[in-house]
Nanobody, 117 residues
């Protein structure tokens, strides 16, 4: 079982940057992929970025050039840094981890990101 805890959300102005953190605990050795998703009011949850255990990163088209996902294995933490934020980035951001143990996906509680114009 993998448990996730997000942090780093908050209120920022358009054009600013923000870094989110996702700390994993439990059977972290079984994690294959860790990703960031977001859900805005009235919208479906969508993938923002994903990183594999080997360090391969993928991004949503809207985030390419503006986001960087990385990991710190020593801290069991995955980061998402977003630059040039716009109000459309306002959403609850969730961390998710795919585990080879039972081929399951674990979700964090979510952290609110609000971008003001």
């Amino acid at each position: 079982q993998v448990q996730l805890e997000e942090s780093g959300g908050g209120l920022v102005q358009a054009g600013e940057s923000l870094r989110l953190a996702c700390v994993a605990s439990g059977t972290i050795f079984s994690i294959t992929f860790t990703g960031w998703y977001r859900q805005a009011p009235g919208k479906q949850r969508e993938l923002v970025a994903r990183i594999s255990t080997g360090g391969t990163a993928t991004y949503a088209d809207s985030m390419k050039g503006r986001a960087t996902i990385s990991r710190d294995s020593a801290k069991n933490t995955v980061y998402l840094e977003m630059n040039n934020l716009v109000p459309e980035d306002t959403a609850v951001y969730y961390c998710a981890a795919d585990s080879a143990a039972g081929w399951s996906r674990s979700w964090g509680q979510g952290t609110q990101v609000t971008v003001s114009s």
